[in-house]
């Protein structure tokens, strides 16, 4: 029965408003959109202005509090809170158990682990009275820490109040605060195309977003937080072990890693381990080693600690993401496109479980921000997917002798001038063709598997034709010959005979490949296939306005400028009439017809990391099926495919409502249709 007393509706609000953000932010299971929040967050809003007295602190909408603080207060914590000691190696580990089992007594048998990944965050204590967030801290010392309640509530998974029943009196809870990976690349994107603070790494940006005396700032910073243990607790008795302990944090509304398991021995440990090494780049957040835990609390007491960790616990290591190195030389590399951009040549360094030489610097934007200079000591790190980068210099470890940095001022490859687009950090080189390094790259992407997917052209090859003059365009590869090629160094009968083959093949080909192989900026291989759906033939496609580029999925104007360019140039219309001439040609497209195949009419976004596939494949499939695939997530999306690691793009079809589904429901979906990966 709808009620008009505002406590109570007030009291519904706020209910509903808290499950959503639970469902969202803890069990990452979205239930409505986020029009829907904002609007009961909106009536939230008024009915709390209407009636000032009802507001209360735990109410969804007082996560960011008014002033910013002058100071950060001290916290003395009522139990201390432990740091780990470390292991890291598969021996350590076994030395670890032998140590419990001996101080055990030796009748214990194989001991029972709770296996956690260690986050690379910020260890912070929150502190519940009745059900009520009281208080936040850091671990500080250990003994004393800041109080950052301000920062805290406004951090999404940790919940204002308790859920659920049986809660106790005081609960004090543990965890790490962290920045998942793609908020962090994210926000460090917002800060160069705003002049800013470029944070090292997830956990330096988790650090200084907590650190803040105006919360508002904490609350525009990605952060999240799950939790690993209990300090104080009174008017509640802890269950036996300590994974029961998690499940009641997790009934309780807070956020628990999903990965903790449980292994018996220490064999089962290191399997464990093993396992997530291999999955540790998937994950959406940094990790750093892996946290075990004797999972009986009787026996954590037995054992009880030593100086500041305890005895029944212990972190073994994963290679470290982070090295120092040096820094060689810089050389500048220039691209298809002839972008021009600046390369570390480093002293080898093992970081992230491969050895590193080289790290892209991006642009002279990136290079001014490091203030690096040529003898430099610099941090590389890589984590996950992402490419190596130089995050930082160790400044006082500059030598004497150190070199700037000087960019070029004329292409390093052909002399031709260079010139930077007012809003770009690019340089480019404008030689274009005449540039033989865009030469050499537009014909290796030509060459490529994915467009015309020509054997035998690799690099080195492809280096080699360029340097002594027998191809200088992708249209000059058809005019071959094998007297010529026999000619060159490393090329033998059958090697000349394959290449030729190959070219030959490659004549027989598709509109969308050979769109994608021309190699025009912006246009990859799903707007490719876009394109050739729309405009079926070259000619029509080659006459199009802006407006009608504009009205095909996923150009936007700057590609359809782009496309708009490459059009009305006479040399690439030059080269593409050669191509022809040389044979290059594909069957008619076939459009289905409207309503012909099962997605005709959908639009959808591949996101993140697939396991079965690449996503260039998924997105293949999905266009196979009739879909249009877009690079971007917008109102027009029907759906997304989101893999592990997947970042603005699912947060912005969690905003705008598309349904989102995950790899193995896509999987589904294609079986459903007959295509099997
Ligand atoms: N997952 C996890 N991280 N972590 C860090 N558990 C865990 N436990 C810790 C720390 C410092 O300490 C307790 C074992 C005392």
Same mark, same amino acid.
């Not at 820490?145 to 609960?171: C, F, K, Q, W």
């Not at 105006?214 to 036996?240: F, H, K, N, Q, W």
């Not at 002594?468 to 059958?494: C, F, H, I, P, Q």
């Given at each position: ?150 920062? =805290?509530?406004?951090? $999404?998974?940790?919940? @204002?109040?308790? #859920?659920? +029943?049986? *809660?106790?009196?005081? /609960?004090?809870?543990? &965890? ?53 243990? =209990?300090?104080?607790? $009174?008017?509640?008795? @802890?269950?036996? #072990?300590? +994974?029961? *302990?998690?499940?009641? /944090?997790?009934?309780? &509304? ?72 040096? /820094? ?350």
């Amino acid at each position: 029965m709808p009620t008009s007393d505002p406590l109570q509706v007030l009291e519904s609000l706020r209910e509903q408003l808290d499950t959503w953000s639970h469902q969202y932010y803890v069990l990452d299971q979205p239930s409505v959109p986020d029009s829907e929040y904002d609007r009961c967050m909106a009536e939230l809003l008024a009915l709390e202005a209407a009636h000032p007295e009802l507001i209360r602190a735990d109410s969804p909408s007082q996560r960011v509090g008014g002033r910013p603080l002058d100071q950060f207060s001290q916290v003395v914590h009522d139990v201390p809170m432990l740091s780990l000691d470390n292991a890291f190696s598969a021996e350590d580990m076994v030395n670890f158990n032998k140590r419990i089992l001996d101080r055990l007594g030796g009748e214990e048998g194989d001991l029972e682990f709770s296996c956690e990944p260690k986050l690379d965050g910020i260890a912070v204590s929150l502190l519940y009275r009745e059900g009520q967030l009281e208080r936040g801290a850091t671990r500080g010392d250990g003994t004393t820490g800041e109080d950052i309640t301000h920062n =805290v509530r406004t951090i $999404r998974s940790i919940p @204002l109040r308790l #859920r659920g +029943t049986d *809660i106790p009196e005081v /609960l004090e809870v543990r &965890g790490e605060v962290y920045m998942p990976r793609t908020g962090f690349e994210d926000l460090n994107q917002w800060a160069r195309d705003h002049g800013e603070k470029v944070f090292v790494n997830p956990r330096n940006a988790a650090a200084g977003s907590l650190r803040q005396l105006d919360a508002r700032i904490t609350a525009s910073r990605p952060l999240e937080m799950c939790c690993y243990g =209990v300090g104080l607790v $009174r008017g509640y008795l @802890l269950p036996a #072990r300590h +994974t029961e *302990i998690l499940q009641r /944090l997790h009934d309780w &509304g807070l956020r628990v890693n999903e990965e903790v398991d449980l292994a018996v021995g220490v064999k089962a440990c290191a399997t464990y381990y093993d396992a997530m090494a291999q999955r540790r780049d998937e994950l959406p957040y940094d990790i750093d080693g892996i946290v075990y835990k004797i999972n009986n609390l009787a026996l954590q007491e037995r054992l009880g600690f030593v100086a500041r960790a305890p005895r029944w616990a212990i972190a073994r290591k994963f290679p470290a993401q982070e090295e120092l190195t040096r /820094l060689l030389d810089v050389e500048f590399q220039v691209g298809r496109t002839g972008a021009i951009t600046p390369v570390a040549r480093l002293a080898p360094v093992f970081v992230g479980g491969v050895t590193i030489s080289n790290a892209s610097l991006h642009n002279s934007d990136e290079v001014d921000r490091l203030g690096a200079m040529i003898g430099d000591t610099v941090i590389v790190r890589r984590a996950g997917d992402v490419i190596p980068q130089v995050v930082s210099v160790v400044r006082d470890r500059r030598p004497r002798n150190a070199a700037a940095i000087v960019f070029p001022t004329a292409c390093p490859v052909c002399g031709s001038t260079i010139e930077r687009a007012e809003g770009e950090a690019v340089w480019r080189c404008m030689g274009g063709l005449v540039c033989a390094a865009q030469q050499k790259a537009a014909i290796r992407h030509y060459a490529s598997r994915r467009a015309l997917d020509i054997n035998g052209l690799g690099e080195k090859r492809v280096d080699q034709l360029v340097d002594e003059g027998l191809v200088e365009n992708v249209a000059s590869l058809y005019a071959l010959e094998k007297d010529r090629l026999l000619g060159l160094e490393r090329m033998g009968e059958k090697s000349a005979d394959k290449l030729l083959h190959a070219l030959q093949q490659s004549k027989h080909t598709s509109l969308a490949r050979f769109l994608f192989a021309l190699g025009i900026r912006e246009v990859g291989e799903a707007t490719a296939a876009n394109l050739a759906n729309h405009f079926q033939t070259w000619e029509a496609l080659a006459t199009a306005s802006e407006e009608q580029l504009l009205a095909v999925a996923d150009v936007g104007p700057v590609v359809a400028d782009h496309l708009r360019q490459f059009f009305d140039s006479k040399s690439s219309l030059q080269v593409v009439g050669d191509l022809f001439a040389a044979g290059v040609s594909w069957p008619d497209v076939q459009r289905p017809a409207q309503q012909a195949l099962p997605l005709s009419g959908e639009t959808w976004v591949v996101t993140g990391k697939l396991r079965a596939m690449q996503r260039s494949a998924a997105q293949a499939q999905l266009q196979a099926l009739g879909a249009k695939v877009a690079g971007s997530v917008s109102a027009k999306t029907s759906r997304v495919v989101a893999g592990p690691g997947a970042g603005s793009k699912l947060s912005k079809a969690k905003a705008l409502g598309v349904e989102v589904i995950d790899e193995a429901a896509f999987l589904n979906l294609l079986a459903r249709y007959g295509v099997e990966v």
